[in-house]
């Protein structure tokens, strides 16, 4: 069974304490790894599409990696506006055999940080 | 770019009547859009998937009578919760995608449903 799954459930920082989340991941055919951050009551909101391993991609204080096997998104020197949950979702190259589609994504339960000032 | 909105932002609703939810893509043309659920502090769960007049793709467990998709074109699908029960209310969000041939997906801010 496909599974996604994200590490720590829950972080709480120091402004200025860089770390990274996890995600580590178990599909049979990944067409791609996706980060968003969602905050309360709101959608999720796209950061990052990884396709390949050894792939990686910046966008502020946010980097994402991709490996075989997980990825890692790292936040450097964070803000209090960064404080959110971020969430990993996969999409697979083809559909499930229980049925369904194979675009949807499959999500992580979620990294909810915490940036304290 | 890549603008998702739906409609109403909140809903609340009596046990046994539907409730029809609206999401448009308001700056692209989405070739496909996505149903997701979001009970309280769990991730989100795809229900279906919709392509721009086809039929749509439910997940298994999700019951097709009961969630009603309509994708009628580019920009707009909704989602008709018919005969709602205490158990269906939940956070609905929908996704599209279709911007320039990538495979991301932009969400909508999501749906509160409250059936009473």
């Known amino acids: 069974e496909d599974q996604v799954t994200q590490s720590p459930e829950a972080l709480r920082l120091q402004e200025g304490e860089s770390s990274s989340l996890n995600c580590s991941y178990t599909v049979s055919g990944l067409r791609g790894l996706f980060w968003y951050r969602q905050d309360p009551g709101k959608g999720p909101e796209f950061l990052f599409t990884?396709?390949?391993a050894g792939e990686e991609k910046e966008k502020e204080r946010l980097k994402a990696t991709l490996t075989k096997k997980e990825s890692f998104l790292h936040i450097t020197a964070p803000k209090p506006e960064d404080s959110a949950t971020y969430l990993c979702a996969v999409q697979m190259k083809w559909a499930p055999p229980s049925g369904g589609g194979a675009d949807g994504l499959t999500f992580g339960k979620g990294t909810h940080l915490i940036i304290q000032p | 770019g890549a603008v998702v909105s739906q409609h109403p932002s909140r809903v609340i609703c009596k046990s046994g009547t539907s409730v029809k939810i609206e999401c448009r893509s308001l700056d692209f043309q989405a070739t496909t859009m996505f149903w997701y659920r979001q009970f309280p502090k769990q991730s989100l769960m795809l229900m279906a998937t919709?392509?721009?007049?086809?039929?749509?793709?439910?997940e298994q467990g999700v019951e097709k009578d009961k969630f009603l998709i309509n994708h009628a074109s580019l920009t707009l699908s909704t989602l008709t919760v018919t005969s709602a029960h205490p158990e269906d209310s939940s956070f609905y969000i929908c996704?599209?995608?279709?911007?320039?041939?990538?495979?991301?997906?932009?969400f909508g801010p999501g749906t509160r449903l409250t059936v009473t």
């Open positions: 990884l396709y390949s």
């Open positions: 919709s392509n721009e007049g086809s039929k749509a793709t439910y």
């Open positions: 996704s599209a995608s279709g911007l320039a041939g990538a495979y991301e997906q932009y």
